[in-house]
């Protein structure tokens, strides 16, 4: 069983991965993404459990009718066959993707990026194993080398590969949409904003603000930049109080720096610039943005938002119903921290990615998104006129 294996081969895996580490410093936001622990990797084994329990996507029957010439017709679903999946510095993918491919009957073709791919072949060298003791085809997965030509290869193999999903930077993303001649879903950056209404709870607003910064800053949930209504700023040091002991530095434009001056560590504390606002900061870093309503702060996220997860911190259920409405993007919250994008926080085991585009998948993607249709037609001699 691959989640057990995974448990049992902690130290070989971390060992592998500290050959990875070791090349990168420890403030570079990718060490954390690529680092591996043992209780991540027990967390890995977790919810590849959790991939096990849920039933398969395949085969299902999404419709059936009769038509009145007698026709009998029915939609299944079915798994895309092989697809390719491109990522970055996260070796907990190279499981999770495995896992949810098996389980949906797909084939997959992982392309790793060169920061880890020592940890990487550590862990298919694992699930090889687990398919080999299972007397499953190995080549049902395959993790091709870190250099480009290999992406490129991937992404023009018509023939062979269904579907590629990139998962990583912006940069990466706009490459593999600008260079493949097979389908794309686009898993994108995560620019996330918290918007803070004047009828905000503090005591809620700082427990969140907190939480989908600092839970864990490299990944593309974690909070970006938050958003306050100006009736609201004498509180803001108190929102953001929590954050301070994180050493998260805070980006504020005018009105809010005003406000935090004396509330929150100097040294933490710096102007806005052009590029404080739009920025993935992957890192204890965060901008504020003061709004005169909730219509300033929806035309914010609009321009600078990555339609990936955003949310409103209100009491007021008429501008959540608001916020809910006019917010394009996969994951809109309120009154909760955006670090809960996430197939497992979504019950649906892993994830692939968060598929920040509206067509096929949009928001985490796991078991079902990795399946299509096709249609069943049942007849006894009909002919069409």
Known sequence: MLADAAVENIPFIISENVKDLARLEKNDPTYDRLLLTPDRIKGIASDIRDVINLPSPAGRLLMEKRRPNGLMISKIS????????????????????????????????????????????????????????SGIDQNILALLPAGRDETKQLLNARDYVDL??????????????????????????????????????????RIIINNAKTRRVSVCNALDCLIINEKRLEDLGYI???????????????????????????????????????????????????????????EHIAKYGSKHSEAIISENQERISLFFRLVDAASVYSNASTAFTDGAEFGLGAEIGISTQKLHARGPMALEELTTYKWIIEGNGQVRN
């Open 78 to 133: 079915v798994p895309f066959g092989v697809i390719g999946v491109i990522f970055e510095a996260r070796p907990n993918v190279t499981f999770d993707v495995f896992s949810l491919c098996l389980k949906s009957g797909n084939a997959c073709i992982l392309k790793g990026g060169s920061d880890a791919i020592k940890s990487n072949t550590a862990i298919v060298k694992v699930i090889k194993s687990v398919l080999k003791n």
């Open 164 to 205: 590629v999903i990139p998962r990583g930077s912006r940069s990466l993303i706009d490459f593999v949409r600008k260079n493949a001649s097979i389908p794309v879903i686009e898993t994108g950056a995560g620019i996330c904003h918290t918007y803070f209404d004047e009828s905000g709870d503090k005591e809620k607003g």
């Open 240 to 298: 953001v109080g929590l954050c301070s002991d994180s050493n998260v530095l805070i980006y504020a434009d005018e009105k809010a720096y005003l406000s935090l001056q004396g509330k929150y560590p100097p040294e933490l504390l710096l102007p806005t610039c052009k590029e404080s606002f739009g920025t993935e900061f992957l890192s204890y870093k965060m901008a504020v943005k003061t709004v005169g309503s909730i219509n300033e702060a929806l």
